[in-house]
Structures are given as structure tokens and as C-alpha cells.
């Protein structure tokens, strides 16, 4: 199947820093990636929807400013937490779609913000 | 409002017997309905999908369900083994941008 890797798998940082996420999809090109945010035991919440060429499209109750979103060609998307604090610290997925329907999803990064 | 639902939290069963998963769905018609499989700390892998018009899909040893009436899918897993431990997630497509909505999870745990 299609692969969508994610780097890091995990960071630390300190309240007040920005922290970027990357994914990747590596044999496929994807014009949409999503963006999740799961809490422990937790079901994965849709942060914002990536297109690339183009500004993404965030969920309500998603900062815009806070969590940006690039997606500047069709196999990169980047997320970048600016300024996190504690209460950003959680997994953050991203996926990927190869066809209309299957998602695949990178590996996850675990954000802790201390 | 529209809402999943994944009955159990979490499932123990013995070596060998058939793990049954619930998902149910309310205020959604969706076209179809997927089934993925989440290890600690790794994000969700494809498992299986069925659209609106199947009634049940296999693959090995799963089984997925679909009843657009009851608005509730069943996976099975036949034969389990303790390597088929692992957090179930079903989902749906939102239907507007393509995204998916997932349940909250079932955590399934199968002793030898």
C-alpha cells in the first residue's frame, strides 16, 4: 500500500517555542492531506484539511495562527505548532489519500510541550 | 448532531475465539464505512472498507458487516491471536471535503 511517513516521531520543547511536523507521501501524490490531534483514549480529531497550491481549511475551533498549515507541493505538507504551551502537548496524525477513498496515515509525532 | 459510537472500550477474549467490534452511527448516510487498526503510539493502518450497497466484506480472518437500516457495522476477526491486540477504529466519510470521522476506538486485548 501507499506510504506516508512523518518526521519526528516524537518531540520535547519548551513553552513558547514553535515546534514543525512534516509528512510525506512517497510513492504517491496527494493533493489533500488531513491533519489529526488525538488525546489518550481519544478518538482522532480532524484539525484541518490541507490542499495543496492553496490555503488550508481548518476545523472550528482550530486556531489558524497557531497551527500552520503548508502544503507546498504535492508530497509535502507541513504543520508547525507556533508558540506551544502544555495544553498543545498531545499526538498529532497526518494522512494522505491515494485513492477517493482509502486514508493512509504517517506514523504520528508525539508533541510534548513543557 | 451527528455521532459515532464504538459500544466497547475495550474487549478481552481468549486465544482463538472470535473478537466482535460494534459500530454504530447516528444522523450520518454514508457511502461507505472503513475499519482501521491503531497500535500505541503508531498511527492507524487501513484495514477494510464497505460502501453502502455491500452487506458484508472479508479479508483472511476479518469480517466487516454493514446494515444501513440499524446504521451498524460488525467486524470479526476469526481465530484471534494475541498479535491482533490493538485499538479498532471504525470511520465514516464526512462526505464534503473527503475527510473521515472516526469512533473513539475499541481497545482489544487477546490472551493466549
Known amino acids: 500500500g501507499a506510504v506516508v511517513s512523518q518526521h519526528p516521531s516524537w518531540v520535547i520543547c519548551k513553552s513558547g517555542t514553535s515546534v514543525k511536523i512534516e509528512c510525506r507521501s512517497l510513492?504517491?501524490?496527494?493533493?489533500?492531506m488531513f491533519w489529526y490531534r488525538q488525546f489518550p483514549k481519544q478518538s482522532l480529531m480532524l484539525m484541518a484539511t490541507?490542499?495543496?497550491?492553496?490555503?488550508?481549511?481548518?476545523e472550528q475551533g482550530v486556531e489558524k495562527d497557531k497551527f500552520l498549515i503548508n502544503h507546498a507541493s504535492l508530497t509535502l505538507s507541513t504543520l508547525t505548532v507556533t508558540s506551544a504551551h502544555p495544553e498543545d502537548s498531545s499526538f498529532y496524525i497526518c494522512?494522505?489519500?491515494?485513492?477517493?477513498?482509502?486514508?493512509?496515515f504517517g506514523s504520528g509525532t508525539q508533541l510534548s510541550v513543557l | 448532531s451527528q455521532k459515532i459510537e464504538q459500544n466497547s472500550e475495550a474487549l478481552n477474549i481468549q486465544e482463538g475465539k472470535t473478537a466482535t467490534l460494534t459500530c454504530n452511527y447516528t444522523?450520518?448516510?454514508?457511502?461507505?464505512l472503513q475499519w482501521y487498526r491503531q497500535d500505541p503510539g503508531r498511527g492507524p493502518v487501513f484495514l477494510l472498507l464497505?460502501?453502502?450497497?455491500?452487506k458484508e466484506k472479508r479479508k483472511e480472518r476479518l469480517k466487516v458487516t454493514f446494515d444501513t437500516t440499524l446504521k451498524q457495522s460488525l467486524f470479526h476477526i476469526t481465530a484471534s491471536q494475541p498479535a491482533d491486540s490493538a485499538t479498532y477504529l471504525c470511520?465514516?466519510?464526512?462526505?464534503?471535503?473527503?475527510?473521515?470521522?472516526f469512533g473513539k476506538g475499541t481497545k482489544l486485548s487477546v490472551k493466549p
Open positions: 510513492d504517491f501524490q496527494a493533493t489533500t
Open positions: 470511520a465514516l466519510d464526512e462526505g464534503s471535503q473527503g475527510n473521515l470521522i
Open positions: 494522512s494522505a489519500r491515494e485513492s477517493n477513498e482509502k486514508l493512509f
Open positions: 444522523n450520518y448516510s454514508p457511502a461507505y
Open positions: 490541507s490542499n495543496e497550491g492553496s490555503k488550508a481549511t481548518y
Open positions: 464497505i460502501r453502502e450497497n455491500e
